[in-house]
């Protein structure tokens, strides 16, 4: 008759330790990713850091005057978990960096920021500029996008809210309808990860492939304010995709 081993009690403390050890890591990494940096507290930052923070998140508005009535407003309407600082030391302070400059300032303050390697920009800024008929039409010949990775090149940049009015990312009922927001990027965690916020925010989201893909959903902007720029604004819109029905393959 066999007799089992005795299991040494020191295992037991061995693998305990390592359990430690390996939930330990994984609330450190969840946490790590707790905060959400807000450069630019103008209408898309103003409308998106308020529910950031509804949503557990802790949120760092960087500005070039953090002090001002207009910043320390929006920081006590974004509750306890919101503070302000200059848009380098938020952005140090972030693991998730929401971008919503205006675009001539957009390499001036990406630049600014530091390093930045790791961390995830969502950028959700167009590089728009007047034609000749007094519609917009795209101001680059790549993306802000790819111009965005360009200028911090450690980190993992996502194109998202860069197509949906400030009125809509404040409350997505609005719009009387569904919203979609596309993403795009290169790193799929990245895009993961930027996907549960944005549909915790109450959209729909869609995956529309790598960062090149960035300049299409800027141009698709050119589009939406067609009507805005044709002073038809109450004839404004929002995007919704539609899957396609199910079809057998032939």
Request: hydrophobic letters at 45%; charged letters at 15%; zero cysteines.
């Given at each position: 008759m066999n007799k089992r081993n005795p299991v040494h009690p020191g295992l037991f403390a061995s693998v305990w330790l390592l359990f430690s050890l390996m939930?330990?890591?994984?609330?450190?990494?969840?946490?790590?990713?707790?905060?959400?940096?807000?450069?630019?507290?103008?209408r898309v930052g103003g409308a998106l850091g308020p529910r950031f923070?509804?949503?557990?998140?802790?949120?760092v508005y960087g500005s070039r005057d953090p002090r001002s009535d207009k910043v320390q407003q929006?920081?006590?309407?974004?509750?306890?978990?919101?503070?302000?600082?200059?848009?380098?030391?938020?952005?140090?302070?972030?693991d998730i960096i929401l971008l919503a400059v205006p675009w001539r300032a957009a390499e001036q303050v990406v630049k600014s920021?530091?390093?930045?390697?790791?961390?995830?920009?969502?950028?959700?800024?167009?590089?728009?500029?007047r034609a000749d008929d007094g519609l917009?039409?795209?101001?680059?010949?790549?993306?802000?996008?790819?111009?965005?990775?360009?200028?911090?090149?450690?980190?993992?940049?996502?194109?998202?809210?860069?197509?949906i009015n400030f009125m809509v990312m404040a409350d997505?009922?609005?719009?009387?309808?569904?919203?979609?927001?596309?993403?795009a990027g290169d790193d799929a965690e990245a895009k993961s990860l930027v996907r549960q916020i944005v549909e915790a925010l109450g959209f729909e989201t869609v995956d529309v492939g790598p960062l090149r893909m960035s300049r299409e959903?800027?141009?698709?902007?050119?589009?939406?304010?067609?009507?805005?720029?044709?002073?038809?604004?109450?004839?404004?819109?929002?995007?919704?995709?539609?899957?396609?029905p199910e079809r057998g393959v032939n």
């Open positions: 939930f330990g890591a994984v609330v450190l990494s969840t946490a790590l990713a707790d905060t959400i940096g807000v450069i630019g507290t103008g923070a509804d949503l557990g998140y802790t949120v929006l920081v006590a309407r974004s509750g306890d978990r919101a503070s302000a600082a200059s848009q380098r030391e938020a952005a140090q302070q972030a920021l530091g390093d930045l390697d790791g961390k995830i920009i969502m950028d959700a800024v167009n590089p728009l500029q917009l039409e795209m101001g680059v010949d790549t993306s802000a996008g790819q111009l965005v990775q360009s200028w911090a090149p450690g980190v993992r940049v996502v194109k998202t809210f860069n197509n997505p009922s609005v719009a009387g309808g569904p919203v979609t927001v596309p993403l959903l800027e141009g698709m902007v050119v589009l939406k304010l067609v009507p805005m720029f044709q002073g038809r604004i109450q004839d404004s819109w929002e995007y919704y995709f539609r899957p396609y």
